[in-house]
Nanobody
Framework: QVQLVESGGGLVQPGGSLRLSCEAS????????MGWFRQAPGKQREMVAT???????NYADSVKGRFTISRDNAKNTVYLQMSSLKSEDTAVYYC????????????WGQGTQVTVSS
């Protein structure tokens, strides 16, 4: 049973940076796909970034060039480095994982709030 715990959220000014962390209860080596989603009030949950075990990444158009997803299998942790933050980035950010690309996102963290405001 995989458990994911996010951390690193908080309040940041526009243009600032935050790094979110997602630590898994066990090895993430078997989780071929991991990612970050976010959900703002009144909006649907949307994909932010994903990464495979081989390091292939995918980003939402809205965050390309500003966000970087990475994973450290030795630490069983996935990161989301967020830079040049905008108010539109305000949302609850969720870590997610699945064993294979063809699966649904079956593992989710509890979420961490990111608020971008002056």
């Amino acid at each position: 049973q995989v458990q994911l715990v996010e951390s690193g959220g908080g309040l940041v000014q526009p243009g600032g940076s935050l790094r979110l962390s997602c630590e898994a209860s066990g090895s993430i080596a078997s989780l071929n796909n991991m990612g970050w989603f976010r959900q703002a009030p009144g909006k649907q949950r949307e994909m932010v970034a994903t990464i495979t075990s081989g390091g292939t990444t995918n980003y939402a158009d809205s965050v390309k060039g500003r966000f970087t997803i990475s994973r450290d299998n030795a630490k069983n942790t996935v990161y989301l480095q967020m830079s040049s933050l905008k108010s539109e980035d305000t949302a609850v950010y969720y870590c997610t994982a699945k064993k294979y690309a063809g699966y649904n996102w079956g593992y989710w963290g509890q979420g961490t709030q990111v608020t971008v405001s002056s």
